[in-house]
């Protein structure tokens, strides 16, 4: 499954990972981590997506000027909603 915010930013659950691209229509710069199942369980989407957009943001500072840190997280939530 996979979540967009138009052409600005896309995010996809791939087996264990995370998929996320800050700019799908270019198709470059896809970044992944590796989903911890557990701690999803254990802290619930919201809590984990928090942690998830942070380090989303360490890895890509602009994206929170560019995207909003709100529509990020927005973005992942609805990517993590779909782990099962």
Known sequence: MQSALGDVLFAFVEKDHLWLNPAYHLQKAWW???????????????EYGQALCA???????????????????????????TVG
């Open 32 to 46: 992944s981590v590796v989903l911890d199942r557990k701690r999803l369980h254990h802290q619930g989407a919201l």
């Open 55 to 81: 380090a989303y943001l360490q890895a890509y500072p602009e994206e929170e000027h560019r995207v909003g840190q709100r529509q990020i997280l927005s973005v992942l939530l609805r990517a993590l909603d």
